[in-house]
């Protein structure tokens, strides 16, 4: 089994930084993928960026120049670095890992990113 806890949300203005933090735990030796995604009120979830056992990131087309994914494997955490903030990044930011055992993810519960103007 594995648990994700993400953390860093909060408030920021346009144009600032923010970076979430997704720790892992439990049978950590298993996984082979961990993503971000994104949700906003109304909205469907979206994928937002993912990184896998070899280090290959992957970024939504949308998102790419402003946001960065990397991890910290003696810490067992991905961070999410999103830079140049927009209101309309105001989402609910979730992580989800995916181990070799299984296809469906483990997800995290989310953290609140809220952008204003």
């Known amino acids: 089994q594995v648990h994700v806890v993400e953390s860093g949300g909060g408030l920021v203005q346009a144009g600032g930084s923010l970076r979430l933090s997704c720790a892992a735990s439990?049978?950590?030796?298993?996984?082979?993928?961990m993503g971000w995604y994104r949700q906003a009120p109304g909205k469907q979830r979206e994928w937002v960026a993912s990184?896998?056992?070899?280090?290959?990131?992957n970024y939504a087309d949308s998102l790419k120049g402003r946001f960065t994914i990397s991890r910290d494997n003696a810490k067992n955490t991905v961070y999410l670095q999103m830079n140049s903030l927009k209101p309309e990044d105001t989402a609910v930011y979730s992580c989800?890992?995916?181990?070799?055992?299984?296809?469906?993810?483990?997800w995290g519960q989310g953290t609140q990113v809220t952008v204003s103007s």
């Open positions: 989800a890992a995916k181990d070799r055992y299984r296809v469906s993810p483990y």
């Open positions: 439990g049978t950590i030796f298993s996984i082979n993928y």
């Open positions: 990184i896998t056992s070899d280090g290959t990131t």
